[in-house]
């Protein structure tokens, strides 16, 4: 089984179009920049088919923020949090104790796509019309990379799509067949950045 993994993985990371898919990640041995297993499961089991990701993302501590950077679904202990970007969604998996939690955002149900470089973390922030995911990602994420995995997203949007079923909130609002303009609901004072500045640059709270 683990055989079967190691060699289907070694054949995805060959079809990405760019180096931050690799097999040791796919495959569940070790995180990006980590020698430890990112998750319970290795994360190209997460996968539907014939899926493959385009771009692989990673953090260690930050997890993924849903609807301010502060509200964050963490990885436990030497877990990590493993972000694939495919065809038709940006899938995030992060390392639990147990079963690993899963946050899937089809590409459809994004509204807006942001990056932003910071001095010890960078993110990926994709909005939907009724709430934000901010994906960190690793200091060492190069900026191509992470500029890249953005624009991939956005060519993936759609202008008018449908709406989704689940019971998720990434959806796409529609009144009279047109998308309906994403509400910002955050509240400024919780979602304050407080950024500290080094040398003119921001720099961003995280430690991984």
Not at 9 to 25: C, L
Not at 79 to 96: A, D, E, N, Y
Not at 154 to 182: C, F, K, L
Request: net charge negative.
């Amino acid at each position: 089984m683990i055989e079967d993994v190691t060699e289907r993985a070694e054949t995805v990371a060959e079809m990405a179009p760019g180096s931050s898919v690799t097999t040791a990640v796919l495959a569940g041995h070790e995180s990006r920049f980590s020698e430890s297993p990112p998750l319970n499961n290795p994360p190209l089991t997460y996968l539907d088919g014939a899926e493959a990701p385009a771009y692989l993302l990673t953090n260690g501590k930050r997890g993924i923020g849903r609807g301010t950077k502060r509200k964050t679904d963490s990885p436990v202990g030497d877990r990590r949090t493993v972000i694939l970007i495919t065809g038709r969604r940006t899938l995030c998996l992060i390392g639990k104790d147990e079963d690993d939690d899963i946050i899937e955002i089809p590409h459809e149900a994004v509204a807006d796509v942001t990056t932003k470089s910071g001095f010890r973390a960078h993110r990926l922030a994709l909005r939907t019309p009724r709430k934000m995911y901010h994906c960190w990602v690793h200091r060492k994420t190069d900026k191509t990379t992470l500029n890249a995995a953005a624009e991939f997203i956005e060519n993936h949007q759609q202008d008018s799509p449908d709406a989704i079923d689940g019971d998720d909130t990434a959806n796409r609002v529609m009144y009279r067949g047109r998308p309906v303009a994403p509400q910002d609901t955050t509240n400024e004072d919780e979602d304050s950045d407080q950024t500290t500045y080094y040398r003119g640059q921001p720099i961003d709270d995280d430690s991984d």
